[in-house]
């Protein structure tokens, strides 16, 4: 079964006020900050969706980051309130794929443009198929599409 997701009201939203102790000492964010901020929005995703990612983790299943992408356009600097846009982009079987896009609040320049992808293991690392509870949850307002990929 293979379920991709459209850019669209996929979307969740979250501001982020950008802390000192995220910046160089030129108030720039620091790079690896980008990562923190799209595992927040992920979680932010999850919540949006009606349920917290501790409820999978309970059940004995976790979505463990496989790959992950930057692309920095503009700095972001201290003290700023940045939006980071969480999209799910692809759900399959076992294993997703969300894309990010931080923006400068106010002006919407993009800052950032990224992708995480993710697969489902449980407690002793062994791939397993996510749940339907919760692609359910997930797959909320996307079109889903099946197929034998």
């Known amino acids: 079964m293979n379920r991709r997701g459209v850019r669209g009201d996929d979307c969740v939203e979250l501001d982020v006020r950008v802390r000192y102790a995220e910046t160089d000492s030129m108030g720039v964010v620091y790079h690896a900050n980008y990562l923190v901020w799209f ?4 979680s932010e995703y999850c919540r949006t969706r009606g349920f917290n990612y501790r409820d999978l983790e309970d059940a004995g299943y976790y979505l463990v980051v496989s790959e992950a992408r930057c692309t920095y356009r503009k700095p972001a600097r201290y003290d700023e309130v940045v939006q980071v846009r969480t999209f799910l982009h692809a759900l399959r079987r076992r294993s997703l794929c969300f894309r990010y896009q931080v923006v400068r609040q106010g002006s919407r320049e ?9 697969l489902c293991i449980d407690a002793a690392g062994r791939v397993k198929v996510i749940p339907d509870r919760y692609v359910a949850f997930l797959a909320q307002g996307l079109p889903i599409h099946d197929s034998h990929g």
């Open 39 to 42: 595992e927040m929005g992920r």
């Open 110 to 118: 993009t800052l950032v443009e990224g992708e995480t992808k993710h």
